[in-house]
T-cell receptor, first 112, second 114 residues
Framework: GQSLEQPSEVTAVEGAIVQINCTYQ??????LSWYQQHDGGAPTFLSY????GLEETGRFSSFLSRSDSYGYLLLQELQMKDSASYFC?????????????FGQGTELSVKP | DTAVSQTPKYLVTQMGNDKSIKCEQN?????MYWYKQDSKKFLKIMFS???????INETVPNRFSPKSPDKAHLNLHINSLELGDSAVYFC?????????????FGPGTRLTVT
């Protein structure tokens, strides 16, 4: 089966940098995704890593180490609007279509 | 234009009732999903359809029955509602085989069973 672990909550101040870690266990690996969800909103796709290394998209970057079954989401120049829940996700087994298995989410609070 | 839409946004009903949630996507995607998010924000897959064919059916009570009349629509019917069914239900879609990891979620339907 698959499982993911991430911290339940993180607090940081505006302008700071925060890293949200995710460790995963999966029998077959097809990449690590990250989603953002604001309170009362829908999850929205942020990034995807299939290979080791860092992927950068503006203020957000995502890192993957397949040998360590570990990834993280890095948020730079934090803004109040970044306060949200962040989920890492892996794909289910290949014969399970596009099923995503989500971590329990990390609630990020950005303080002034 | 809304990519993935769901109706209704809120649903308050009593135990034992039957209710439906509708979902439509205008992205031309082949695959659609239903996810359930509980009060602790845990997001779990329930069903997945690819071109109207059921491909994922997680361990979900038989009271939940999805229907896909065409690849742009996926509905969820719930019979004999129970208190534990209270949650937010999200519809999502993606293109297969890539990029399966980029799923587009609808706004969610907050179901409250009293």
């Amino acid at each position: 089966g698959q499982s993911l672990e991430q911290p339940s909550e993180v607090t940081a101040v505006e302008g700071a940098i925060v890293q949200i870690n995710c460790t995963y266990q999966t029998s077959g690996f097809y990449g690590l995704s990250w989603y953002q969800q604001h309170d009362g909103g829908a999850p929205t796709f942020l990034s995807y890593n299939a290979l080791d290394g860092l992927e950068e998209t503006g203020r957000f970057s995502s890192f993957l180490s397949r040998s360590d079954s570990y990834g993280y989401l890095l948020l730079q120049e934090l803004q109040m609007k970044d306060s949200a829940s962040y989920f890492c996700a892996v794909r289910g087994e290949r014969n399970q279509g596009g099923k995503l298995i989500f971590g329990q989410g990390t609630e990020l609070s950005v303080k002034p | 234009d809304t990519a993935v839409s769901q109706t209704p946004k809120y649903l308050v009903t009593q135990m034992g009732n039957d209710k439906s949630i509708k979902c439509e996507q205008n992205l031309g995607h082949d695959t659609m999903y239903w996810y359930k998010q509980d009060s602790k924000k845990f997001l779990k897959i329930m069903f997945s359809y690819n071109n109207k064919e059921l491909i994922i059916n997680e361990t979900v009570p038989n009271r939940f029955s999805p229907k896909s009349p065409d690849k742009a629509h996926l509905n969820l019917h719930i019979n004999s509602l129970e208190l534990g069914d209270s949650a937010v239900y999200f519809c999502a879609s993606s293109q297969e085989p890539v990029p399966f990891y980029e799923q587009y979620f609808g706004p969610g339907t907050r179901l409250t069973v009293t």
